[in-house]
């Protein structure tokens, strides 16, 4: 089976709907997101895609942005590969799609905020070339349902 790693177009629409539906994702909430990257100030996005007999078989957001102390930045997420594909060099291939898109838009830097329990994730990172910056604590105080 062929697979092409691309950015992709207007007719992956669908596909990527349907993709993320499958990994249990909205497609149209992952779009509507603001990054946290670039002071949530994102001046370019775009989807890098696997397709294999026009299927998305893997995907990742990818937000430039300007960062008030780094300068222009990349930033990943959304990185999801269908589950009989992650032992393959997939996830590699697709990390080295996003820097070469990055060393071509001469960015300072990729970066991705990655959850503590993606241990699979954070190590295909690290592999990419990737290294731990710091780490978040992310605290939320929740409130009940409003009406309105």
Same mark, same amino acid.
């Given at each position: 089976? *062929?697979?092409?790693? +691309? ?5 992956? +629409?669908?596909?990527?709907?349907? &993709?993320?539906? +499958?990994?249990?994702?909205? %497609?149209?909430? $992952? ?12 001046s370019e996005t ?7 007999? *026009? ?19 990349? &930033?990943?997420?959304? %990185? ?25 838009? *001469? ?8 959850p503590e329990d ?11 070339? %990737? ?6 604590? $992310?605290?939320?105080?929740? %409130?009940? *349902?409003?009406?309105?």
């Amino acid at each position: 089976m *062929s697979i092409e790693v +691309r950015v992709a177009t207007a007719h992956d +629409r669908q596909s990527l709907k349907e &993709f993320y539906a +499958r990994e249990g994702l909205d %497609f149209k909430n $992952l779009t509507s997101r603001i990054t946290p990257a670039a002071g949530g100030i994102a001046s370019e996005t775009m989807f890098i895609v696997a397709v294999t007999d *026009s299927m998305v078989v893997a995907a990742m957001r990818l937000d430039i942005g300007q960062d008030p102390l780094l300068g222009k930045v990349g &930033f990943v997420q959304h %990185f999801e590969i269908e589950d009989a594909l992650e032992s393959t060099d997939l996830g590699k291939r697709m990390l080295e799609k996003a820097s070469q898109i990055g060393e071509e838009r *001469s960015l300072r830097c990729l970066e991705a905020l990655v959850p503590e329990d993606r241990k699979e994730v954070i190590n295909l990172f690290k592999t990419s070339e %990737f290294k731990e910056d710091h780490k978040e604590i $992310l605290l939320r105080k929740d %409130f009940k *349902s409003r009406i309105f």
